[in-house]
């Protein structure tokens, strides 16, 4: 964790610091305030003060077990913070060269300390059908309409469905019986209501005609 998450401490202070050793917070608790203190600019009271609040943070070597050594190893693996170790998977384990059995001892006690992150809700195949989105295809390009949002200049891919379609954040396809799906969220939807103007009614609005 670096000394800049510190509240109060920027790069210029960060920059001071580091000509002292201190290079992230598992440093900033462990400085000699008096020698510190010498550098100029940094005075004993805002030292004392960085390092209580290096104190009140969660460090991943705040746990049973975990030492310098496997601090860094979870890092070189992503683990930097008691939250990532919170929402690690035990197959990492292996990696760190410790028994699972330990490792799931690990992140629970990193559980007690920090809550398990949930997943953001993601949108279900549920929620679009019928009732909430519309189709219209315009040749090339589809006006999508989904939950009240409207999505103009839509892709729209034509034959059997491949991957150029599902590059898209959100697509049409109409495959060769005529059937038009929609790309979104990841998924396909094949119950969405859907329309294709024809080449006259698309000449016919050119020139000012109604739907």
């Given at each position: 964790m670096k000394v800049t998450e510190l509240?109060?401490?920027?790069?210029?202070?960060?920059?001071k610091l580091r000509k002292a050793g201190i290079k992230n917070v598992y440093d900033?608790?462990?400085?000699?305030i008096r020698k510190v203190s010498k550098i100029p600019g940094i005075g004993e009271d805002v030292l004392r003060k960085w390092k209580e609040?290096?104190?009140?943070?969660?460090?991943?070597?705040d746990i049973k077990g975990i030492g310098n050594g496997f601090r860094?190893?979870?890092?070189?693996?992503?683990?930097?913070?008691?939250?990532?170790?919170?929402?690690?998977d035990k197959g990492i384990a292996a990696h760190l060269g410790v028994s699972e059995k330990?490792?799931?001892a690990w992140v629970k006690e990193a559980r007690k300390m920090a809550p398990v992150k949930k997943a953001k809700r993601a949108v279900l195949a549920e929620e679009i059908g019928p009732d909430n989105a519309s189709?219209?295809?315009?040749?090339?390009?589809?006006?999508?309409?989904?939950?009240?949002?409207?999505?103009e200049s839509v892709p729209v891919f034509r034959g059997n469905i491949g991957e150029a379609?599902?590059?898209?954040?959100?697509?049409?396809?109409?495959?060769?019986?005529?059937?038009?799906?929609?790309w979104f969220n990841g998924?396909?939807?094949?119950?969405?209501?859907?329309?294709e103007e024809t080449f006259w009614e698309r000449i016919k609005k050119s020139f000012g005609g109604k739907d």
């Open positions: 509240k109060g401490i920027g790069p210029s202070y960060e920059k900033l608790r462990k400085i000699n609040e290096a104190m009140k943070v969660r460090l991943l070597t860094k190893k979870l890092e070189r693996k992503g683990i930097k913070t008691i939250e990532d170790l919170a929402n690690a330990r490792f799931e189709i219209r295809v315009r040749g090339k390009i589809a006006e999508v309409k989904i939950k009240e949002k409207i999505h379609a599902e590059g898209n954040s959100i697509a049409v396809n109409i495959d060769p019986s005529g059937k038009i799906k929609l998924r396909w939807y094949d119950d969405v209501p859907a329309v």
